[in-house]
C-alpha cells in the first residue's frame, strides 16, 4: 500500500526540479499567509459578502486587474527564465524539456491569461460608467465570466507542480500535442484550463454588447459613444466569432488525446494542418481582440490630455469595426509556408498589408489631436507616446512578415519573436498600462506616485528596446525560435546577452510598478473631485471611488464628450442643476457563480487525469448550480431613497 502511494505521488506531484521544490515551499507559505491573516483579522465573512460572491461589475473588475497582475508576474518570471538560459551559447541552466515548458506556459499565460483578464478589467470598471449604466446586462453572467476565467487559469497553472505542464507550445500543435509525444497530463491541462476560462471570455462578450447596445443612457446615440466604449464592441463582436472556434478546436484535440480519434494525426487519416488553420483563426483575430480596447484607451488618454475632441470621429469608429471585420482574413499568413498554393498566399498577404490602413488612420488621428493642443504630460500620457514609435515599428515590421516571399525567409526566426512582442507589449502592455494610470483613480480614490511611475516607465521602455531590437538582428543572422542553447561558432551569443539585460531591466519596470501600488495605498494623493484629469466621459462625473449604484440620476446625453459637454453647461447656467432621487433596482450578490466555477475546476481536473468519475462529480456540480439559479426568483432589490441621499452626501458630487 505505501509503495502504490509513493508511486502515485512521485508521478502526481512534479519532483526532482530544485525550481520546482522552491515554488512548492512558497505556495505553501503563501496559502498559510493567507489563511492566517483572514483568520486573523476575521475578514472570511467579508471576503464572501463583499467579493466572493459580489456581481458588482467595478468589484468584478478589480479581481480580474489584480488577476492579471498577478499571472503578468508569473509570465515575466518565466521570460526572465528563458533569458537567462538564451544569454550564453551551451549553457544549461534549463534543460530542453524544461526549456519547452517555459515557452509554452509563458505564451499562453501571457496572451489568456493576462492580457485578456486585464482587458476584461477595464469592459468591467468602465464601460457601465462610460455609457451612464448602472451595471452590466447580465450582472450574475458577468459573475459567472470572471470566475470560471479564474478557476481555469489555476487549473492550467497547477500543472506547474502538479502532473506536469505543457511542452508543445502556446498554440500546441499536433502531432506533438497527440498522445503519442505528450502522453502526460500537461496537454489536458492546457486544453481544459483554456477550455473553462474560454466559455468565461465566450460570455462576457456577449454580456457586453448587449450592455452597449440596450443600456445606454437616454440621448447617448451610438456615435456619440465613448472611442473606449466603440473598441470595446468591435473586440467583443470578434469574441463571439473566434472564441467558438477555439471551443470546437480544443474540444477536438481532446477527442483526439482521449478517445483515440485520429483527427489530427496522420496515422489514422487525421490531418494536422486542420488544426492549424482552426486554432489560427482564433489566433490572429486574439491580437485585434485585445489591442483594440488598447486603441480605445489610447483614444480617450489623447483628448484628455490635449484638452481637445479627439480628431476623426467617425473614421476612428469605422477604422475599429474595419478590423474587427478583416482580422477573419489574416490567419493564413502565419503559414505561409505551408504549400497553399500561390492564389491563397496572394490574398491573405493583401487582407494582412490591408488591415495597415484602418490601424494607420488611427495613428495619424492622434497626432492630429495632440498637434495643437495643451498636451499634459502625465503617466498615461507618457505612455500613450511611447506606445506610437514602438507600435509603427511593430506595424512596419508585420508588413514585411506578410510579403509571402519574404516570410519564407523569416518564418519561426527571432525576427517574428521580435516582431509579435513589439506588437503585443508596446500595443498591448503599454495600452493597458496606460489605461490604469488613467483610470486608477476612479477605480480606488487615490492617485499613483508620479515619481516612482517616471522610474517605471524609463525602464519598461529602455529595458524593452534593449531586449528586442537585438532580436531583430537575431533573426537575420539564422536564430529561430523554441531552441534552448545554441553553439558558440553561431555568433549569436552578445546579442542574446544585451537581449537578456534588457528583459532583466523591464522586470525592474514592473518592481518599480508595484512599489508604487503599495506606496499610493499609504501615501497616494486623495481625489475629492471625482475628476481629477478634467475628463470629458461620464465616468468623471460620479465621485471617486463611484458609489456601488454608479448613478444617483441616469444622465441625459446630448452629443459627444458627454461630461464636457454637461460641465459648458453648468458654466453657462453658472448652477448645479438637481433631480430628485427615486429607488434603484440593483441585483443581489449570489454565491452560485463562484460555487459552480469550483464544480467546473473538479471537472477540468478530472478530465484532465482522465478520471471519469470525478469529472461525472463536477459536471453533476455545474447541473446542480444551474438547476439552483432556475429556481432563485429573489434575486434582486431596490435600494432605498433615504439611502441614496445618505451616500450622495457622503461621497460628495462634482459640482
Known sequence: MLDKLKDFSSHFFVTGEPMI???????????????????????????????????????IGIMYMLSSLLMLFRGGVDALLMRMQLAFPQWHFLDSNHYNEIFTTHGTIMILFMAMPLMFAFFNIVVPLQIGARDVAYPFLNAVSFWLFFFGAMLFNLSFVIGGSPDAGWL?????????????????????????????????????IMT???????????????????????????????????TVT????????????????????????????LIWMWGHPEVYIVVLPAFGIFSEIVATFSQKKIFGYKSMVFSMMIISVLSYFTWVHHFFTMGAGANVNVFFAITTMAIGIPTGVKVFNWLFTMFRGRIQMTQPMLWTIAFIPCFVVGGATGVMLSAAPADYQYHNSYFLVAHFHQVLIGGVVFGFFAGLYYWWPKMFGFKLNDRLGKWAFWTWNIGFYVCFMPQYALGFMGMTRRIYT?????????????????????????IFQAWQI????????????????????????????????NFAVIPTVTGQDAWWTIKEERKKKKAKETAAFSPIHMP????????????????????????????IFGLT????????????????????VDEIQHTEDSVGRVG
Open 518 to 549: 503599495l506606496h499610493g495605498i499609504k501615501y497616494g494623493e486623495r481625489d475629492v473631485t471625482g475628476d481629477p484629469w478634467n475628463g470629458r466621459t461620464l465616468e468623471w462625473s460620479i465621485p471617486s471611488p463611484p458609489p456601488h449604484y
Open 212 to 246: 452597449i447596445l440596450k443600456m445606454r443612457a437616454p440621448g447617448m446615440k451610438l456615435m456619440h459613444m465613448p472611442l473606449f466604449t466603440w473598441s470595446v464592441l468591435a473586440s467583443c463582436i470578434i469574441i463571439i466569432f473566434a472564441f467558438p472556434v477555439l
Open 486 to 510: 545554441y553553439d558558440f561558432d553561431m555568433g549569436w551569443g552578445p546579442l542574446n546577452v544585451i537581449s537578456t539585460v534588457g528583459a532583466f531591466f523591464m522586470g525592474i519596470g514592473f
Open 588 to 615: 443581489k450578490n449570489s454565491g452560485i457563480p463562484f460555487i459552480m466555477s469550483i464544480f467546473w475546476f473538479i471537472a477540468g481536473f478530472g478530465l484532465t487525469f482522465h478520471w471519469v468519475w470525478v469529472a
Open 621 to 640: 456540480g455545474v447541473g446542480a448550480c444551474l438547476l439552483a439559479r432556475s429556481f432563485q426568483y429573489n434575486s434582486d432589490y431596490y435600494i432605498p
Open 172 to 208: 500546441s500543435y499536433p502531432p506533438l500535442s497527440g498522445m503519442q509525444f505528450s502522453p502526460g497530463p500537461g496537454q489536458d491541462f492546457y486544453i481544459w484550463g483554456i477550455q473553462i476560462s474560454g466559455i468565461g471570455s465566450l460570455a462576457s462578450g456577449i454580456n457586453f
Open 250 to 277: 480544443l474540444a477536438l484535440l481532446f477527442i483526439d488525446r482521449f478517445f483515440d480519434g485520429h483527427l489530427f494525426t496522420m496515422t489514422g487519416g487525421g490531418n494536422p494542418m486542420m488544426y492549424i488553420n
Open 21 to 59: 521544490y522552491g515554488a512548492d515551499v512558497a505556495i505553501l507559505l503563501t496559502l498559510a499567509g493567507i489563511i492566517f491573516v483572514l483568520t486573523y483579522l476575521k475578514k472570511w465573512k467579508w471576503l464572501w459578502r463583499e467579493w466572493l460572491t459580489t456581481v458588482d461589475h467595478k468589484k
